[in-house]
């Protein structure tokens, strides 16, 4: 059975940082689009940031420049370096991936369960 689990998400003051971290366990061959996703509370769940396979990195205009997102494919394991966190980053963070669990199966899409990030002073 196949597994994102998050971590690392955590109350910090406006300007602080926090990284968080999301593992892929499981039957998986490998990984190809792995990324973030945020939901704050009363709002829909948007694009934080995500990457490809290869390391191509996209962005959400509001994270660009604070944000960094990186992978380890070895492991699995996708992380997001936050930055001079604002209040308006207070959300749940969810971690997504495209994974492939065997070598004549197509992608799949999970999703994790979340990680709760608070910026408040």
């Known amino acids: 059975q196949v597994q994102l689990v998050e971590s690392g998400g955590d109350l910090v003051q406006p300007g602080g940082s926090l990284r968080l971290s999301c593992v892929a366990s499981?039957?998986?061959?490998?990984?190809?689009?792995m990324g973030w996703y945020r939901q704050a509370p009363g709002k829909q769940r948007e694009l934080v940031a995500d990457?490809?396979?290869?390391?191509?990195?996209n962005y959400a205009d509001s994270v660009k420049g604070r944000f960094t997102i990186s992978r380890d494919n070895a492991k699995n394991t996708v992380y997001l370096q936050m930055n001079s966190l604002k209040p308006e980053d207070t959300a749940v963070y969810y971690c997504?991936?495209?994974?492939?669990?065997?070598?004549?199966?197509?992608?799949?899409?999970?999703w994790g369960k979340g990680t709760l990030v608070t910026v408040s002073s």
């Open positions: 997504n991936a495209d994974l492939r669990q065997s070598i004549l199966g197509g992608l799949m899409n999970y």
């Open positions: 499981g039957r998986i061959i490998s990984a190809n689009l």
């Open positions: 990457i490809t396979s290869g390391g191509r990195e």
